[in-house]
């Protein structure tokens, strides 16, 4: 029995040992050499094009992109000290592997799970990139052993010096730069022996991801990547508090010129792209790179011309005020494939004065009034409960909502003005605020966030971070993708997503990779998406808002919008034909605000030009009518079915199914047989200043002298001074209804009569001046009757 035993015993240790020395053969039997590592420092180049393969720009080294290698001693200690901190803080003190990894990853593959890579010390991480290149992408145990083994050998064939700058010098740090000179030079323009602590932790922080911390492309992501790095800088013991405080607080400057370059904003948006295909695995980087975009070089000069001469223009003569414009950004879409023709991403790349390496195009700012097409295609959309129809009515009149944060929210159009009951076709074309609320309001903010979301508008986040502030243009959004969304309504209502890269080829010509091309997903209905069109090409029904004939107006059908903040920090213009999509942002990359400069003198200039330049002897195109619309006749006032009081009707495009029923009952005969309004009470202040004839008014009636009111200002308001903004455009509507029988109403502030006027609208305009004030009117009665409202108080502080 005994010798039974052991002899099972001596099969069990036999079959072990067999399976072990088997799993070691199989993990081990091809293990690359570590003497391997000198061939393998040598990285390919690659060539970026326009799609007609004209060169935008080269990585010269035929072995790979920039790279330079530096001995220890000229590499800085920050840099060092950094990397160690965000890397392998026991670099110095371990074998080269991390031995906790290696028992998390054999008791995950034990239980049937995928090994997942992280945790790697440095060593492992030199032994993986130039060794392992071609396991890089596997998540296995056998991979994990292997690296652990060359990280274990290194470590005893090289000093953790000389592997730290093995790290160092051949390290991706993102924009084809490996190593830290080449990272050096290419964010900063400076040797990596120049570098101080705040560039030292900006650039430790790349190696990880580089295509998302990427500086030039994601400069926020990047600061907030540095942060992270200098507190575990201090965490490690390389810093005190005060010298980290001291670095996040540092202002960096970036390289203007990391190369030369066509369109440098779009090559670093591609560099970006190839990044991550690399670390995805799809494109192996040993290989030379052929990558065609989807740019029009031929195009891309002429908007970048247009867009610096036109800031050029901004630069004041002698004597004139300074409008401060500084900067801008364009970008041209073909709406029916989402392919970038055109990306202009500042005024002059190369000009540091203006932050000019930064891509403002892919920048978040707030989107003005520009963000209102998409609430009114949400308000249009049949497919809702009371869905709007172009010749909905909006009552435009001074209207106080709440915010999120229970804080009263007043809007006001950009002329100041109440214009009544105005149709949403009027409204949306021109952009006035007050309706683009009330829509928000009838629509909701989770669909309108929903449906942006939808377009590719990616960054507003939750709905419930917003209150109907949102209308005016209260998220942020980037050029890129706002424009995008709005291409989706040239391509009736099919949104495709934006794309720059057309496909790469190796130097032989062989296809390397081509994107997918999804088809159109339709977004929004196209029916809805025509009406939004119709409307933003309706010169007619933008003249309230911006004139007849304004630089809006193209020689051709044209949908447009513009878009202004408040304090004048941005402003946009994004426009479109059935083929063709032009966006322009103007405005100051620093968020310095301009001064009195809208959408409509700012981007508008550039992009008539640039629509003009590019269609230049191409026909008219219109958009494509779909099925399912019908026109109908409607009273002008309300929306509704004309009667026979009515006095003016217009004619109005529908979606099927959405016709008015009903008859308009704002237009009635008096008992006197005279036609009169009956107006909700909200909309009498407003007529009354336009003179119109409301139904009490008519019977006999009147609202007699004793109602003489102010309707603006409002009394006890606090209103602020806006530094940096000229203080001639900072002023106070000062405002009273008519009253029948009125001859003539003065205007008094501070007892000081500001103006007399003796026909409705009864409305003057005062220029803020610190300290308490006191507004009344005084009027005269056709009898001679001398009538006066109650006094308004405010207060004026800076």
Same mark, same amino acid.
């Given at each position: 029995?005994?010798?039974?035993?052991?002899?099972?015993?001596?099969?069990?240790?036999?079959?072990? =040992?067999?399976? !072990?020395?088997?799993?070691?053969? &199989?993990?081990?039997?091809?293990?690359?050499?570590?003497?391997?590592?000198?061939?393998?420092?040598?990285?390919?180049?690659?060539?970026?094009?326009?799609?007609? /393969?004209?060169?935008?720009?080269?990585?010269?080294?035929?072995?790979?992109?920039?790279?330079?290698?530096?001995?220890?001693?000229?590499?800085?200690?920050?840099?060092?000290?950094?990397?160690?901190?965000?890397?392998?803080?026991?670099?110095?003190?371990?074998?080269?592997?991390?031995?906790?990894?290696?028992?998390?990853?054999?008791?995950?593959?034990?239980?049937?799970?995928?090994?997942?890579?992280?945790?790697?010390?440095?060593?492992?991480?030199?032994?993986?990139?130039? *060794?392992?290149?071609?396991?890089?992408?596997?998540?296995?145990?056998?991979?994990?052993?292997?690296?652990?083994?060359?990280?274990?050998?290194?470590?005893? @064939?090289?000093?953790?010096? %000389? +592997?730290?700058?093995? &790290?160092?010098?051949?390290?991706?740090?993102?924009?084809?730069?490996?190593? +830290?000179?080449?990272?050096?030079?290419?964010?900063?323009?400076?040797?990596?022996?120049?570098?101080? *602590?705040?560039?030292?932790?900006?650039?430790?922080?790349?190696?990880?991801?580089?295509?998302?911390?990427?500086?030039?492309?994601?400069?926020?992501?990047?600061?907030?990547?540095?942060?992270?790095?200098? #507190?575990?800088?201090?965490?490690?013991?390389?810093?005190?508090?005060?010298?980290? !405080?001291?670095?996040?607080?540092?202002?960096?400057? &970036?390289?203007?010129?990391?190369?030369?370059?066509?369109?440098?904003?779009?090559?670093?948006?591609?560099?970006?792209?190839?990044?991550?295909?690399?670390?995805?695995?799809?494109?192996? @980087?040993?290989?030379?790179?052929?990558?065609?975009?989807?740019?029009?070089?031929?195009?891309?000069?002429?908007?970048?011309?247009?867009?610096?001469?036109?800031?050029?223009?901004?630069?004041?003569?002698?004597?004139?005020?300074?409008?401060?414009?500084?900067?801008?950004?364009?970008?041209?879409?073909?709406?029916?494939?989402?392919?970038?023709?055109?990306?202009?991403?500042?005024?002059?790349?190369?000009?540091?004065?203006?932050?000019?390496? *930064?891509?403002?195009?892919?920048?978040?700012?707030?989107?003005?009034?520009?963000?209102?097409?998409?609430?009114?295609?949400?308000?249009?959309?049949?497919?809702?409960?009371?869905?709007?129809?172009?010749?909905?009515?909006?009552?435009?009149?001074?209207?106080?909502?709440?915010?999120?944060?229970?804080?009263?929210?007043?809007?006001?159009?950009?002329?100041?003005?109440?214009?009544?009951?105005?149709?949403?076709? %009027?409204?949306?074309?021109?952009?006035?605020?007050?309706? @683009?609320?009330?829509?928000?309001?009838?629509? #909701? +903010?989770?669909?309108?966030?929903?449906?942006?979301?939808?377009?590719?508008?990616?960054?507003?986040?939750?709905?419930?971070?917003?209150?109907?502030?949102?209308?005016?243009?209260? /998220?942020?959004?980037?050029?890129?993708?706002?424009?995008? =969304?709005?291409?989706?309504?040239?391509?009736?209502?099919?949104?495709?997503?934006?794309? $720059?890269?057309?496909?790469?080829?190796?130097?032989?010509?062989?296809?390397?990779?081509?994107?997918?091309?999804?088809?159109?997903?339709?977004?929004?209905?196209?029916?809805?998406?025509?009406?939004?069109?119709?409307?933003?090409?309706?010169?007619?029904?933008?003249?309230?808002?911006?004139?007849?004939?304004?630089?809006?107006?193209?020689?051709?059908?044209?949908?447009?919008?513009?878009?202004?903040?408040?304090?004048?920090?941005?402003?946009?213009?994004?426009?479109?034909?059935?083929?063709?999509?032009?966006?322009?942002?103007?405005?100051?990359?620093?968020?310095?605000?301009?001064?009195?400069?809208?959408?409509?003198?700012?981007?508008?200039?550039?992009?008539?030009?640039?629509?003009?330049?590019?269609?230049?002897?191409?026909?008219?195109?219109?958009?494509?009518?779909?099925?399912?619309?019908?026109?109908?006749?409607?009273?002008?006032?309300?929306?509704?079915?004309?009667?026979?009081?009515?006095?003016?009707?217009?004619?109005?495009?529908?979606?099927?199914?959405?016709?008015?029923?009903?008859?308009?009952?704002?237009?009635?005969?008096?008992?006197?047989?005279?036609?009169?309004?009956?107006?909700?009470?909200?909309?009498?202040?407003?007529?009354? $200043?336009?003179?119109?004839? *409301?139904?009490?008014?008519?019977?006999?009636?009147?609202?007699?002298?004793?109602?003489?009111?102010?309707?603006?200002?409002?009394?006890?308001?606090?209103?602020?001074?806006?530094?940096?903004?000229?203080?001639?455009?900072?002023?106070?509507?000062?405002?009273?209804?008519?009253?029948?029988?009125? @001859?003539?109403?003065?205007?008094? !502030?501070?007892? +000081?009569?500001?103006?007399?006027?003796?026909?409705?609208?009864?409305? !003057?305009?005062?220029?803020? $001046?610190?300290?308490?004030?006191?507004?009344?009117?005084?009027?005269?009665?056709?009898?001679? %009757?001398?009538?006066?409202?109650?006094?308004?108080?405010?207060?004026?502080? %800076?």
């Amino acid at each position: 029995m005994r010798t039974l035993l052991k002899s099972n015993l001596v099969r069990i240790l036999l079959l072990a =040992a067999s399976v !072990v020395l088997t799993f070691l053969v &199989y993990t081990f039997y091809d293990l690359p050499s570590i003497r391997l590592i000198p061939e393998n420092l040598n990285q390919p180049s690659v060539r970026i094009t326009d799609r007609g /393969g004209r060169l935008l720009y080269e990585i010269i080294p035929a072995t790979g992109g920039r790279n330079a290698v530096l001995s220890v001693a000229n590499i800085p200690q920050c840099m060092k000290d950094a990397t160690i901190a965000v890397e392998d803080g026991n670099f110095y003190n371990n074998p080269g592997v991390d031995v906790a990894g290696i028992i998390r990853a054999l008791w995950i593959n034990i239980q049937g799970g995928e090994t997942l890579a992280g945790g790697s010390t440095i060593t492992q991480q030199v032994a993986r990139t130039l *060794l392992l290149s071609d396991e890089v992408t596997e998540r296995t145990l056998r991979r994990k052993l292997r690296e652990s083994v060359l990280a274990w050998q290194l470590t005893r @064939a090289y000093s953790k010096d %000389e +592997i730290l700058a093995l &790290y160092l010098n051949q390290i991706y740090y993102g924009g084809m730069a490996y190593g +830290i000179e080449a990272a050096a030079q290419t964010y900063f323009g400076k040797s990596a022996s120049d570098l101080l *602590l705040p560039e030292c932790a900006l650039l430790a922080g790349l190696p990880q991801t580089p295509g998302v911390y990427n500086p030039f492309t994601n400069p926020d992501l990047a600061l907030e990547r540095q942060k992270v790095v200098l #507190g575990l800088m201090e965490k490690s013991g390389f810093l005190t508090t005060e010298q980290r !405080v001291d670095a996040e607080n540092s202002p960096l400057s &970036y390289n203007a010129e990391p190369y030369p370059i066509e369109a440098p904003h779009f090559v670093w948006m591609i560099k970006d792209q190839l990044d991550e295909l690399y670390m995805s695995g799809q494109l192996n @980087a040993e290989q030379s790179l052929v990558i065609r975009t989807t740019l029009d070089l031929s195009m891309q000069n002429l908007a970048e011309e247009i867009v610096e001469r036109r800031i050029e223009l901004f630069k004041p003569l002698e004597g004139q005020i300074n409008p401060n414009v500084k900067n801008a950004a364009l970008v041209v879409l073909d709406p029916h494939t989402g392919e970038i023709l055109t990306l202009v991403g500042s005024a002059d790349y190369f000009d540091a004065s203006i932050d000019g390496a *930064l891509n403002m195009a892919t920048a978040r700012r707030q989107s003005g009034s520009a963000f209102k097409p998409i609430i009114y295609a949400a308000a249009l959309d049949p497919i809702h409960v009371n869905a709007f129809t172009a010749a909905t009515s909006i009552l435009d009149v001074s209207t106080t909502f709440t915010t999120k944060d229970g804080q009263p929210y007043k809007p006001v159009n950009y002329d100041g003005k109440e214009h009544g009951f105005v149709s949403v076709r %009027e409204s949306l074309a021109s952009s006035l605020n007050v309706p @683009a609320v009330l829509t928000l309001e009838h629509v #909701g +903010i989770e669909n309108v966030v929903s449906l942006a979301n939808q377009l590719g508008i990616r960054s507003l986040g939750e709905p419930r971070n917003y209150d109907l502030s949102l209308a005016l243009g209260g /998220g942020t959004m980037n050029l890129l993708e706002l424009s995008g =969304a709005y291409a989706a309504l040239a391509n009736e209502g099919g949104y495709v997503q934006v794309t $720059s890269i057309l496909e790469i080829r190796d130097a032989d010509g062989n296809l390397l990779y081509e994107p997918e091309r999804p088809a159109a997903r339709q977004v929004i209905d196209p029916r809805v998406a025509w009406l939004i069109s119709d409307i933003l090409s309706d010169d007619h029904a933008r003249a309230t808002g911006f004139s007849l004939n304004s630089v809006l107006k193209l020689d051709r059908t044209a949908a447009v919008k513009t878009g202004t903040t408040t304090n004048f920090h941005d402003n946009w213009t994004i426009g479109y034909t059935p083929d063709l999509l032009v966006g322009v942002w103007v405005g100051n990359s620093d968020r310095e605000a301009m001064h009195n400069v809208t959408g409509l003198t700012g981007a508008a200039p550039i992009w008539h030009e640039t629509m003009r330049s590019i269609l230049q002897g191409r026909p008219d195109a219109k958009f494509t009518q779909p099925i399912g619309l019908a026109q109908l006749d409607v009273c002008s006032l309300s929306g509704l079915l004309p009667t026979e009081a009515c006095q003016h009707t217009k004619t109005e495009w529908f979606i099927e199914g959405t016709q008015p029923t009903a008859y308009d009952t704002f237009y009635q005969r008096s008992t006197t047989g005279e036609i009169v309004l009956v107006l909700p009470i909200e909309a009498q202040a407003w007529a009354r $200043s336009q003179g119109l004839p *409301l139904l009490d008014e008519a019977n006999g009636n009147p609202l007699g002298a004793d109602s003489l009111t102010l309707t603006s200002p409002i009394d006890n308001t606090t209103y602020r001074i806006t530094p940096n903004l000229d203080l001639s455009a900072q002023q106070l509507s000062f405002s009273a209804p008519t009253v029948p029988g009125l @001859a003539q109403m003065t205007f008094f !502030v501070d007892g +000081i009569p500001l103006a007399t006027l003796s026909s409705p609208p009864y409305q !003057v305009w005062w220029t803020l $001046s610190l300290g308490e004030h006191r507004f009344w009117v005084e009027g005269v009665m056709t009898n001679g %009757e001398t009538v006066k409202s109650s006094v308004v108080t405010v207060v004026v502080v %800076e």
